[in-house]
């Protein structure tokens, strides 16, 4: 088992940065996968980013290629997500996730372990 527990979510005005934190206990995190997914109101969740075991490879949703960044400290346990140049159309529950395949990495089904989400939305 795998516990993931986000953080950092909260209210930004547009145009300004949040940086979500997801931090694992229960097994060896650099064994697992690791995708960023949010979900709006009255929509599906979707697909954020996502990182590879070690940290060196990471994947972008077009929506927020160059605005977002993922990274994965394997002696901290924790996936951080940097988020720039905030939209309101970024807003809704974001989510932390992980699994030991790497593809197919856009498939929230695909994953084994889920956080709680973190909140954040963006004002105009």
């Known amino acids: 088992q795998v516990q993931l527990v986000e953080s950092g979510g909260g209210l930004v005005q547009a145009g300004g940065s949040l940086r979500l934190s997801c931090t694992a206990s229960?097994?060896?995190?650099?064994?697992?996968?690791m995708g960023w997914f949010r979900q709006a109101p009255g929509k599906d969740r979707e697909f954020v980013g996502g990182?590879?075991?070690?940290?060196?490879?990471?994947y972008y949703a077009d929506s927020v290629k160059g605005r977002f960044t993922i990274s994965k400290d394997n002696a901290k346990n924790t996936v951080y997500l940097q988020m720039n140049s905030l939209k309101p159309e970024d807003t809704g529950v974001y989510y932390c996730?992980?699994?030991?395949?790497?593809?197919?990495?856009?498939?929230?089904?695909?994953?084994?372990?889920w956080g709680q989400g973190t909140q954040v939305t963006v004002s105009s």
């Open positions: 229960g097994r060896t995190f650099i064994n697992y996968v």
């Open positions: 996730a992980a699994k030991t395949a790497l593809l197919p990495l856009q498939s929230a089904p695909s994953y084994d372990y």
């Open positions: 990182i590879n075991r070690s940290g060196g490879s990471t």
